[in-house]
Nanobody
Framework: QVQLVESGGGLAQAGGSLRLSCAAS????????MGWFRQAPGKEREFVSA????????RYADSVKGRFTISWDNAKNTLYLQMDMLKPEDTAVYSC????????????????WGQGTQVTVSS
C-alpha cells in the first residue's frame, strides 16, 4: 500500500524559503509521476509542480516558475519541493501525490495522496 507523508511546512516571511519533503513507501517508485498541489482556504486545489519518475522533465505552474524547484531522491524515496522567494499568496496546505501517467496538472490523474502540510507566508 502506497503511503505518502509530507513534512517541512511552517511559517515563513515573504521572501524567505522553505523545503517540503514527501516520504514515499509501499512500492517501487520508478514509473508514473509525483506531484505537489496546494489548496488555500475557500479555493480549489491547484497544481504546483510535477516530476515524471521516468525522467521526462519537470512541470511547474506559472505562479511558481523560477521560485520553486521539485526533485526526487530515488535512494530515499523522497520527493522535495524547494520554495524560495515566498509570497503571501503561497499560503496553503501543500500535498504530494503519486500515480499520474499523463495530464500531470490534474488532481484526478493521481491515485495516492499525502495528508498535507501547512505553509503560511507572512507579509
Amino acid at each position: 500500500q502506497v503511503q505518502l507523508v509530507e513534512s517541512g511546512g511552517g511559517l515563513a516571511q515573504a521572501g524567505g524559503s522553505l523545503r517540503l519533503s514527501c516520504a514515499a513507501s509501499g512500492r517501487t517508485f520508478s514509473n508514473y509521476a509525483m506531484g505537489w498541489f496546494r489548496q488555500a482556504p475557500g479555493k480549489e486545489r491547484e497544481f504546483v509542480s510535477a516530476i515524471p519518475l521516468s525522467g521526462d522533465g519537470t512541470r511547474y505552474a506559472d505562479s511558481v516558475k523560477g521560485r520553486f524547484t521539485i526533485s526526487w531522491d530515488n535512494a530515499k524515496n523522497t520527493l522535495y519541493l524547494q520554495m524560495d522567494m515566498l509570497k503571501p499568496e503561497d499560503t496553503a496546505v501543500y500535498s504530494c501525490a503519486y500515480g499520474a501517467s499523463y495530464a500531470y496538472t490534474r488532481p484526478t490523474s493521481y491515485g495516492y495522496w499525502g495528508q498535507g502540510t501547512q505553509v503560511t507566508v507572512s507579509s
